[in-house]
Nanobody, 128 residues
Framework: QVQLVESGGGLVQPGGSLTVSCVAS????????IGWFRQAPGKEREVLAC????????NYAESVKGRFTVSVDRAKNTVYLQLNSLKPEDTAVYYC?????????????????????WGQGTQVTVSS
């Protein structure tokens, strides 16, 4: 049984940083793709990054490249997404998602519908 659990969201001021976590059970975060997404009210779910899978690739969406960083703790089977230089428009629910069928390259990793497993999400609010 696969379970992904996000945590670490909260309220942060513009320009600040926050790290959200995705703890996986029944799913190896190093061998399989873990994608990060966010969804703001009234908007579609947006891809942010992907890590894991064959070739141990990490890819970032252009919108967050240079500001967000993925890291993996293999011992804890946990993936982290560090959010830096946060802006009010980064306010959203942040999700991790996993799938064993593809790697973090090509075109599949950017599409939410490709992922079989999802966490419940964690709210990040950027406001002064």
């Amino acid at each position: 049984q696969v379970q992904l659990v996000e945590s670490g969201g909260g309220l942060v001021q513009p320009g600040g940083s926050l790290t959200v976590s995705c703890v996986a059970s029944g799913f190896n975060v190093s061998r399989n793709a873990i994608g990060w997404f966010r969804q703001a009210p009234g908007k579609e779910r947006e891809v942010l990054a992907c890590s894991g899978g064959t070739a141990a690739t990490t890819n970032y969406a252009e919108s967050v490249k240079g500001r967000f960083t993925v890291s993996v703790d293999r011992a804890k089977n946990t993936v982290y997404l560090q959010l830096n230089s946060l802006k009010p428009e980064d306010t959203a629910v942040y999700y991790c998602a996993g799938d064993p069928r593809f790697a973090c390259w090509g075109s599949q990793w950017v599409r939410p519908r490709e992922y079989d497993y999802w966490g419940q999400g964690t709210q990040v609010t950027v406001s002064s």
